[in-house]
Each structure stands twice: as structure tokens, then as C-alpha cells.
């Protein structure tokens, strides 16, 4: 498995997880676990996924992702698990 992990913030607003999975499904990668919540009309998730068997490099599933962040008003952030592990480590 060559997992990633993908940050999301934002005010909350209907299709955010459709669309950030479309993209997922589009480049054949597989949602392994996603958290969301919501606090008052905040929108947060962090979501794993295996992108072994995707159709697309890393940089560009980021470019996709961050592009689709700005143009439905979140940040999105797309990191190797490796490196989030090592800015999240205690």
C-alpha cells in the first residue's frame, strides 16, 4: 500500500466530500478511512487513501484536489502519510 493522507477545512457547504472523492475514484486510488466533522458551520475531515493502484502521479492528484479546494472555497492539503507522520509526530 502507498497511502495519503488529505486534509480538509472549510465552511461547511453540500458536495464537498462528492467532489473530492470523484476525484479519488477518477485516478482508481481507494478510500481506506475518512473522518469528518462538523462544528457549527465548519467543515473539517482528514481521509486515508491508497493511490498503489492510481492512474495518476501523487503531484498531480494534489494539483486536482488543491485546484478543486479553490474553487469550492477549502483548503485542501494532500501529503505522503510518511510525511504527515513525521510533521504530526509527538
Same mark, same amino acid.
Given at each position: ?5 488529505? #486534509? *480538509? ?6 458536495? =464537498? *466530500?462528492?467532489?473530492? #472523492?470523484?476525484?479519488?475514484?477518477? &485516478? ?8 469528518? #466533522? ?5 467543515? #473539517?475531515?482528514?481521509? /486515508?487513501?491508497?493511490?498503489? &493502484? &492510481?492512474?495518476?502521479?501523487? &503531484? ?11 474553487? =469550492? !472555497?477549502?483548503?485542501?492539503? *494532500?501529503?505522503?502519510? !510518511? =510525511?504527515?507522520?513525521? /510533521?504530526?509526530?509527538?
Amino acid at each position: 500500500m502507498e497511502n495519503v493522507v488529505i #486534509t *480538509v477545512i472549510g465552511l461547511d457547504k453540500p458536495g =464537498i *466530500v462528492a467532489g473530492i #472523492t470523484k476525484i479519488i475514484a477518477d &485516478s482508481n486510488s481507494n478510500v481506506i478511512d475518512i473522518k469528518q #466533522t462538523i462544528m457549527e458551520d465548519l467543515f #473539517t475531515m482528514i481521509m /486515508m487513501i491508497d493511490i498503489e &493502484s &492510481s492512474n495518476k502521479q501523487l &503531484s498531480e492528484l494534489k494539483d486536482e484536489l488543491e485546484k478543486l479546494g479553490a474553487e =469550492i !472555497n477549502v483548503k485542501i492539503t *494532500v501529503q505522503h502519510e !510518511n =510525511i504527515f507522520k513525521y /510533521m504530526h509526530r509527538i
